[in-house]
């Protein structure tokens, strides 16, 4: 699934990102130190997995990262 950067902290490593459905999900510093990336910004495409359903009531992401940087990027 897909979203866009919604907000971003670059000194708690903390976020948002907004659903094309319209709806904002947080995502915490292990998520973000987990994917690679060194930094955001407000309106970026990234990739996100979440735990559970993203439109329930407390669903936070699990993973989040851009294809082809960070956590997915495969090095011959």
């Given at each position: 699934?897909?979203a866009?950067?919604?907000?971003?902290?670059?000194?708690?490593?903390?976020?948002?990102?907004?659903?094309?459905?319209?709806?904002?999900?947080?995502?915490?510093?292990?998520?973000?130190?987990?994917?690679?990336?060194?930094?955001?910004?407000?309106?970026?495409?990234?990739?996100?997995?979440?735990?559970?359903d993203?439109?329930?009531?407390?669903?936070?992401?699990?993973?989040?990262?851009?294809?082809?940087?960070?956590?997915?990027?495969?090095?011959?």
């Amino acid at each position: 699934m897909q979203a866009s950067v919604h907000t971003y902290d670059l000194e708690s490593r903390t976020g948002e990102v907004l659903l094309d459905t319209g709806r904002v999900l947080p995502f915490s510093a292990p998520v973000m130190e987990a994917s690679g990336l060194r930094h955001l910004r407000v309106g970026q495409r990234v990739s996100i997995e979440v735990d559970g359903d993203p439109e329930a009531t407390g669903t936070r992401l699990g993973r989040l990262w851009i294809v082809g940087i960070g956590a997915d990027e495969v090095i011959r």
